[in-house]
């Protein structure tokens, strides 16, 4: 069963500093999301990317960050310059198999946990 | 946008009873309704999902069941065995494809045995 990959597991950094979060969606899939969860918090959306491009941001999603899709199979989160409260855990996630025809089911990688000090 | 409220946030359940979890949505043109399931350490698994379209959708042991006039969809889990322990979120998102999915709080289900 393909699956959503994450690394790394935890990434622990220093306030200010820049932090890469990389994602390898499932092959085919045509959308790819970054979620975040601060502990004992909802699951709250960032960002949704296709074609290439942001589709869709919220609030949360500043300046501070920004998405990438270097290659066919990676699609990275960036923070520029951590703060305190972006500790959180880092869900990825994709949708659209354009093979199989399914469109909405999103599926969501292990995470990555990171801890800003 | 878009807010769903998810009850209860914890549930204990002795083996073999059902367990239902509830969600409201405000924004009507939502249309489709997943539920994760969510253990220690490991990423959101989608375990079923429904569309605007139907009102129910059974698979096993878990059903769906989704009033669009209320807004309100609900998760049930008959015959719950102890590796049902685990986190369980709803969501909701407006279009077919492509969208965000918007969260509840989550529920802690506990089956004791």
């Known amino acids: 069963e393909p699956e959503v990959t994450q690394t790394p597991s935890h990434q622990v950094t220093q306030m200010g500093q820049e932090v890469i979060l990389r994602c390898v969606p499932i092959?085919?899939?045509?959308?790819f999301y970054w979620y975040r969860q601060i502990l004992g918090q909802k699951v709250e959306f960032l960002v949704s990317?296709?074609?290439?491009?942001?589709?869709?941001k919220s609030e949360i999603f500043d300046d501070q960050f920004s998405v990438e899709r270097p290659d066919g199979s990676n699609f990275t989160l960036k923070i520029r310059s951590t703060k305190l409260e972006d500790s959180a855990m880092y869900f990825c996630?994709?949708?659209?198999?354009?093979?199989?025809?399914?469109?909405?089911?999103?599926?969501f990688g292990p995470g990555t946990r990171l801890t800003v000090l | 946008g878009e807010n769903v409220e998810q009850h209860p946030s914890t549930l204990s359940v002795q083996e073999g009873d059902s367990a239902v979890i509830k969600c409201t949505y405000s924004?009507?043109?939502?249309?489709?309704f997943p539920w994760y399931k969510q253990e220690l350490g490991k990423g959101p698994q989608l375990i079923i999902d429904?569309?605007?379209?139907?009102g129910e959708k059974k698979d096993q042991r878990i059903a769906v069941t989704l009033n669009k006039t209320a807004k309100h969809f609900s998760l049930h889990i008959t015959e719950t065995q102890p590796e049902d322990s685990a986190v369980y979120f709803c969501?909701?998102?407006?279009?077919?494809?492509?969208?965000?999915?918007?969260f509840g709080a989550g529920t802690i289900l506990r089956v004791k045995s």
């Open positions: 969501a909701a998102s407006i279009r077919e494809y492509g969208n965000k999915l918007v």
């Open positions: 996630a994709s949708s659209a198999d354009s093979l199989r025809g399914t469109y909405n089911e999103q599926f």
């Open positions: 092959s085919n899939h045509l959308y």
């Open positions: 990317f296709y074609n290439n491009e942001i589709s869709e």
């Open positions: 429904i569309r605007s379209n139907v």
């Open positions: 924004d009507s043109a939502s249309n489709y």
